[in-house]
């Protein structure tokens, strides 16, 4: 079921506790029409990435079967919990996605993954600390909500963008760019009928969470992030959106108003998301989680919904750096004068900086009402910062 005013995206992913977040929702974002998931490696292991998806579509079957007859919670009237109820029930209808297994490794790069984070199967370990949410035959694991391709990722995201009309898909990358890098190197004319890249990555005006200068997916497959950003040469400025994000989730206010709903969705997300939060304070010290990926999903919708109130942006001549050693995955735009940038000089000789991308970044994006849209689409619950 889909509503008129959706709008057809691809999401590319490797989830991952925060891409896990996003996922949960986009499924029950009425503004999108989900076509395909792939699925890439990244916060872990393509294996551990396939068992994660199905993982978390088998919990949105929980939730619901749980909420057929479950009693009102503690937040909600009683007598209201009918209409509730029905709302909380509909709430994954909006999409019956494809899912495509796609590249288990980067285009050249040596492979890392983000486990030192995420634990080695993307979950914080939940699946030996919580074996119940994927059981050893995980892989037979069977559900409606979407279904497996027989085509792998790069010939499933041709294949959608060859029938679907041209410039109405739009694919949203919230892991390592393989997948889509691929799929433009194998048929560019194909690609070329997608309607925007909206991805996660890079570090611009800003510190690298894997090294000084770059962010975690850009590192992981920097030659792929080169692909697409020079993809954009010679196109108008409207091919790939690049993002960052500061959104800010503490441990008290989810735990507050998520962990206490008690329901198979908020204590499958309760799980993994304590795993992270420990993580954050022995890393960081802090005492909460930055919402990458969510916030990636929500800026989609902002951005397809022509909501320009809610971000500023700008499009810069950006290039990827592929071949260095310290400065591997790192972002890098072209900030010098017009006039200087087009003289002689050495760059015309080694054809170092010789063509323009036109790559739009987000320079800033207005998160106060995130986490209340956030906590509503997904788990229907009120929140409000006052409150806390």
Known sequence: MTSRSSFPVIIDTDPGIDDALALYLALSSYQLDIKLITLVFGNTKINH????????????????????????????DPQQWDKERKTLLNRFEWSKPIVAIGADKPVKAVECFGTYFHGSD?????????????????????????AMSSRNAVDEILYQLQNNPPFTITIIGLGPLTNLALAYEKDKYTFSRVKQIICLGGAINSCGNVTPCAEFNFFVDPDAANILAEATKGFSPSETIQISSNVFLSRAVFTKYITSLNTPLSI???????????????????????????????????????????????????????????????????????????????????KIWDDV????????????????????????????????
């Not at 699946?127 to 559900?143: C, D, G, R, V």
């Not at 919904?305 to 071949?323: G, P, R």
């Open 49 to 76: 990435v396939t068992r994660n998806i199905i993982t978390l579509f088998d919990v949105i079957d929980k939730e619901i079967e749980y909420l057929k007859s479950a009693p009102p919670p503690n937040q909600i």
């Open 122 to 146: 993307g979950f914080g370990q939940i699946h030996t600390t919580h074996p119940h949410y994927a059981p050893e035959n995980w892989e037979n694991l069977k559900s409606d909500r979407y």
């Open 268 to 350: 499958f997300i309760s799980v993994f998301i304590d795993h992270a939060f420990k993580k954050m304070q022995e890393l960081c010290g802090t005492n909460g989680l930055e919402l990458h990926d969510p916030a990636a999903i929500a800026l989609a919708i902002d951005m397809l919904s022509k909501n320009t109130q809610s971000y500023t942006s700008e499009f810069v001549d950006m290039k990827v750096e592929y071949q260095g050693i310290y400065t591997r995955g790192m972002a890098i735009v072209d900030t010098r004068p017009k006039g200087f940038s087009s003289t002689k000089s050495a760059q015309e000789t080694l």
């Open 357 to 388: 991308n036109n790559v739009e970044i987000i320079i800033s994006y207005n998160s106060k009402s995130f986490i209340d849209n956030f906590f509503k689409i997904t788990f229907n619950v009120d929140y409000s910062e006052e409150n806390i």
